[in-house]
């Protein structure tokens, strides 16, 4: 199946972005069997990750996947109708204050990260006289989001809440697990080993992607993989397991030489040392391809690798593409920006960030095609 999706018409956009479905599941299904005896999530937030929603979540669904994870409410309320009615949604970032009734409404559970939203939660189980799924998240090291150690130790004092709502999960999230020696990682384990024994017979969950590949240790019972169904390394240095999911090639705009001397783009950064032919595509910042690859990123044109030539600009970069056939760097032929040549992770390190970022900010210009 080859879908289009929305916005930008095929002949017409910058680009072109090539999601490969069968990869997204096929990677999930890695991820399921590493964790065996684990059941696996699949966390959709900022738009799977920029892949697309929409289409993501029911090809995860249809791989059996039955358990997802956003960070809003309102991303939430968007999965929802996409994935079958059995399907078990948790927001990561809990009940907004006030939002707590369009949880129920939604059939959505909170992960809930401190007292102010644990009360949030009891009050409303206690006015609907029902006990309520929630997740309790605890911090065991990062100090980002989850209940505090005293926090935990007042809950312990407290045990009608047991009564009031129903804890589904208890859950924590690792500081460093893409760095598989880290000592946060055996640190955060064993809080999370304490803390569970505390919390006895609730479900536990700490692994986010990287975390499924530092052994059964860190499994539990539930896995919550993102990057890697996308196709981001878990464990940089190591090679990669998991399938490329995402294509980038965009469009050229304008072929010339340039002679010695001669600038191109913003701030005069690229200046030619002789005659160089130039091509400048249709992407640029406001597309994703962020702007700290100037000077510094790659595009690919059939498997021959060409360098930036300068600064790249809202809507478009050059490449120094002399030495490549003249027939290829026509207006209107492709170059590849992700693809076999060219990872998420490559693009990444050139830009000085993780594979996160570069596909979280993938635009909205490009013409989508799911395969
Ligand atoms: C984003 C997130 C995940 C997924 O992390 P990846 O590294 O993308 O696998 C899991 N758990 C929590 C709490 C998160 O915020």
């Not at 490969?20 to 699949?42: I, K, P």
């Not at 920029?50 to 358990?67: H, K, N, T, Y």
């Not at 196709?231 to 940089?236: C, D, L, M, R, T």
Request: charged content about 20%; glycine content about 10%.
């Amino acid at each position: 199946m080859v879908a289009g999706v929305a916005g930008f018409d095929a002949a017409r956009a910058g680009a072109l972005l090539t999601v490969d479905l069968e990869a997204v599941r096929s990677n999930w299904r890695l991820l399921r069997d590493t964790g065996a005896g684990a059941t696996c999530a699949a966390v959709m937030k900022a738009d799977a990750y920029g892949l697309g929603m929409s289409v993501v979540a029911p090809a995860l669904a249809s791989a059996g996947c039955r358990v997802f994870f956003t960070a809003h409410l309102d991303e939430a309320m968007r999965l929802r109708p996409l994935v079958p009615v059995d399907a078990t949604i948790h927001v990561l970032h809990g009940p907004p204050p006030g939002a707590a009734a369009e949880f129920v409404e939604h059939d959505l559970i909170p992960v809930l990260n401190d007292p102010s939203q644990l009360a949030e939660w009891r009050a409303l189980c206690r006015k609907l006289q029902r006990r309520l799924p929630a997740a309790l998240q605890f911090d065991t090291g990062m100090s980002r989001m989850g209940m505090a150690p005293a926090d935990v130790e007042r809950l312990l004092a407290d045990p009608a809440w047991k009564d009031e709502l129903q804890p589904v999960l208890v859950m924590s999230h690792l500081a460093c697990a893409d760095e598989a020696s880290h000592p946060m990682n055996g640190l955060q384990r064993e809080r999370f080993a304490a803390l569970r024994a505390r919390f006895a017979g609730i479900p536990g969950s700490l692994a986010n992607s990287s975390a499924v590949f530092l052994g059964p240790d860190f499994h539990h019972d539930l896995l919550r993989p993102g990057a890697a169904l996308y196709g981001i390394n878990p464990q940089p240095g190591s090679a990669n397991p998991l399938r490329q999911a995402v294509g980038l090639r965009a469009r050229i705009v304008q072929s010339r030489v340039v002679q010695a001397g001669d600038i191109v783009g913003y701030g005069a950064h690229f200046v030619a040392d002789g005659p160089r032919r130039i091509a400048t595509i249709a992407i640029g910042y406001a597309d994703g391809w962020l702007r700290s690859l100037s000077c510094r990123g790659h595009a690919f044109i059939d498997g021959q690798r060409v360098p930036f030539a300068g600064n790249v600009s809202m809507d478009s970069i050059s490449l120094d593409v002399t030495g490549i056939p003249e027939a290829r760097v026509q207006p209107g032929c492709e170059v590849e920006l992700l693809g076999s040549h060219q990872s998420v992770d490559d693009v990444a390190r050139e830009a000085g960030t993780i594979g996160y970022e570069v596909l979280t900010r993938l635009g909205s210009r490009f013409h989508r095609l799911y395969i």
